[in-house]
């Protein structure tokens, strides 16, 4: 098992446990794997149902559910999760254990894919925001707590999402030419609104 920080967790090093994760097998050659990330407060069932009527049949999906727990911007009320978020501001406050927790656990659910499969992540609102934390750990080549990250990924995508930690990405990203370079070549699609756009993490900070 991956672990980001020694433990699986959020604020305070607690333990979390995450929900149950739906798979929708490709109807043709598997040539890739993403793992889709829904938002806060829902489960990985009602984003298996959307993708498995999509028509891209080379594609397996798997869609976790996140760990129920409290939520500050709901005063603490427990729902399920990503991460622990106050708000999606610049100047939030960053959960990132909470965020690596997830990030882990979602490099988890990719490890024991084949060798010759392309491996993605995407995700919507909150979900979105982890799998750009995982892009960006990705990138460094470890987790936020140092921990080597081990998967490569072949492309993100983030709807309606936003950016954790990015008051410090683009400092990480400046002082790591390895980080600048894996940064530039991953594919990022990007949309939010009316708005849609193809980029990469390095352009995105």
């Given amino acids: 098992e991956i ?29 890739a794997t993403i793992v889709w990330l829904h938002g806060l407060g829902d489960n990985g069932s009602s984003w298996s149902q959307l993708l498995d009527a999509l028509p891209l049949p080379n594609i397996k999906w798997i869609c976790p559910t996140a760990a129920t727990r409290p939520v500050a911007a709901f005063g603490g009320f427990p729902c399920t999760a990503w991460f622990d978020v106050d708000d999606t501001s610049v100047d939030g406050r960053d959960d990132i254990e909470g965020l690596d927790a997830s990030a882990a656990h979602i490099a988890n659910l990719l490890s024991s894919e084949p060798s010759d499969v392309k491996l993605g ?14 892009a960006a750990c990705y990138a460094h080549g470890k987790f936020s707590s140092g921990t080597p990250y081990p998967i490569t990924l072949s492309a993100v995508v983030s709807l309606s999402g936003w950016l954790p930690c990015s008051r410090t990405l683009r400092g990480k990203m400046e002082g790591s030419h390895m980080a600048a370079r894996r940064a ?22």
């Fill in 3 to 31: 672990v980001a920080n020694g433990h699986s967790g959020g604020r305070g090093g607690r333990r979390v446990e995450y929900g149950r994760s739906y798979v929708v097998r490709p109807k043709g050659r598997h040539l």
């Fill in 121 to 134: 992540i995407g995700g919507f609102s909150m979900g979105a925001a982890a799998a750009l934390h995982s």
């Fill in 184 to 205: 530039a070549s991953l594919p990022i699609l990007l949309s939010h609104g009316r708005g849609n756009k193809q980029t990469n993490l390095q352009a995105s900070c």
